[in-house]
């Protein structure tokens, strides 16, 4: 079971990118998949989350800015960031819950998720 994201890069402020997962040895359909981040200094924290029936739960931070999509055909799921903000520099990590409570539960608590990426960073410059 293996996650890779890919996607993060350098932006201006203003600016958008996506953030790609994708999975193996697992099937997204049947689990949580989450992002998180975690910016030099700072613990890492909740970007959004996708139950098993799909949605988006996201943090207040980034609600009207980001989207997350599972891609079930794809065994992959994105993150669309627009309007970035320096604020949103930092590493960002897929992660999966390969046990929510419920079909259409995503936790945004770090500890629920079980198996995560290696991490991709992004950077907002002026």
């Known amino acids: 079971e293996q996650l890779v994201e890919s996607g993060g890069g350098l932006v201006q402020v203003g600016g958008s990118l996506t953030l790609s997962c994708v999975a193996s040895?697992?099937?997204?359909?049947?689990?949580?998949m989450a992002w998180f981040r975690q910016a030099p200094g700072q613990e890492r924290e909740f970007v959004a989350s996708?139950?098993?029936?799909?949605?988006?739960y996201y943090a207040d931070s980034v609600k009207g800015r980001f989207t997350i999509a599972k891609l079930n055909a794809r065994n992959m799921v994105l993150l669309q960031m627009n309007s970035l903000k320096p604020e949103d520099t930092a590493a960002y990590y897929c992660?999966?819950?390969?046990?929510?409570?419920?079909?259409?539960?995503?936790?945004?608590?770090?500890?629920?998720?079980?198996?995560w990426g290696q991490g991709t960073q992004v950077t907002v410059s002026f």
């Open positions: 992660a999966v819950d390969t046990t929510p409570p419920g079909s259409g539960y995503a936790s945004v608590n770090a500890d629920d998720y079980d198996i």
């Open positions: 996708s139950a098993r029936t799909g949605g988006g």
């Open positions: 040895g697992l099937t997204v359909r049947n689990v949580a």
